[in-house]
């Protein structure tokens, strides 16, 4: 009775059911307080006590939808994203979490990030891009023209010209999908389809396009020092220093000193994760490698399992997250 009653309160976000977690796929992880948070499958948050247990707790948020990307505000609030356009949301730690918002027409999310305890982003397929102002209670769609490359952008405004209606009609059909969004120093960066590497300077309100020689898929971006690594297909990784990036923001036509990393295998390089000078990197196969002086040395090496992002705790310690649940790394002894 307690449990057909936790799970008619779960459709409001008053409820959340806890259990043991047997081997479940995550997406994605963060750290809050002395806890780990993953974003799962079936509309779960993976809650893991580390440094008390291996064993993770499952957590039921309002939905039962692929929940893609987590994070937390300012605030210490954490939020997931998800499939069919869910965004959802807790103020308590983890303990319980609601629905802030669903895109009534659908759409996977891919990422999410806050920039302080009110204005947030987050964004996904064919250039899904949501924005609060308010902490969440309510989300404006945004559509972003920038993001397409020249071409793509002379085309449409061919068309506005004779209608604003078949504009914003033919920009929504081909906008890329936006894989990533991540804010480095004062730049927020996103990395997406067809080679997309765009900045901007104002939290996401205006982007600027950047010139990169690779123009495959871009699946993650991330800081490393004085410079940015960006990720993507068939063991595409590069190096671009963040002052040329400063300089082709005044102008554009200035080449970005990109320099790209030989990978010793053609994988899709799903996570770059940088912290405590150590980045690790993961792509569609068993092995977890690192970065070092820009040379990828593999690190270590899983029989049954793949990972898809992780976490770097400290100098010793990272955890992976993937198809089986959460994973130990020990990166030194």
């Known amino acids: 009775m307690l449990q057909r009653l936790c799970f008619s309160l779960l459709i409001i976000g008053l409820c959340s059911m806890k259990v043991a977690a047997g081997p479940i796929l995550l997406l994605d992880v963060v750290q809050h307080q002395n806890s780990l948070f993953a974003a799962a499958e079936r509309g779960y948050i993976a809650k893991l006590d580390w ?13 039962d939808v692929l929940l893609t990307a987590i994070t937390t505000s300012t605030a210490g609030q954490l939020w997931a994203v998800g499939h069919e356009g869910v965004i959802v949301t807790s103020i308590d730690n983890g ?22 305890d009110k204005q947030g982003i ?29 071409e793509d952008r002379e085309y449409l405004n061919q068309i506005r010209e004779q209608s604003e209606e078949d504009y914003l009609f033919e920009l929504s059909s081909i906008l890329p999908h936006l894989n990533q969004v991540k804010l480095v120093g004062d ?19 205006s982007w600027q396009r950047l010139n990169i020689s690779y123009q495959g898929s871009l699946y993650d971006v991330a800081a490393a020092e004085q410079d940015i690594l960006i990720a993507g297909m068939r063991g595409n990784l590069y190096m671009i ?5 400063r300089e082709a923001l005044i102008d554009n036509d200035l080449e970005l ?16 994760t940088c912290a405590q000078t150590s980045c690790l990197l993961l792509g569609n196969s068993q092995t977890v490698w690192k970065l070092d002086n820009q040379q990828v040395i593999e690190l270590d090496k899983f029989k049954s ?21 959460y994973n130990k790394l020990r990166l030194a002894n």
Do not use: M
């Open 187 to 205: 730049t927020l960066f996103v990395v997406g389809e067809l080679g997309l590497l765009a900045a901007s300077t104002d939290y996401g309100l």
């Open 51 to 63: 440094q008390q247990s291996d064993k993770p707790l499952l957590i039921k948020t309002p939905t």
């Open 95 to 116: 303990a319980t979490w609601d629905l802030s918002y669903q895109h009534p027409a659908g759409g996977a999310l891919f990422d999410i990030n806050f920039f302080d």
């Open 305 to 325: 399992k793949s990972f898809v992002s992780a976490i770097i705790l400290n100098e010793k310690t990272a955890f992976l997250v993937g198809e089986k649940g």
């Open 122 to 150: 987050a964004i996904g397929a064919y250039g899904l891009f949501l924005r609060t102002q308010d902490g969440g209670l309510s989300w404006q769609q945004e559509y972003h023209a920038s993001l397409l490359p020249i």
């Open 241 to 245: 220093e963040l002052a040329s990036i």
């Open 257 to 272: 000193a990109e320099s790209k990393i030989d990978f010793p295998e053609p994988v899709n390089l799903n996570k770059v």
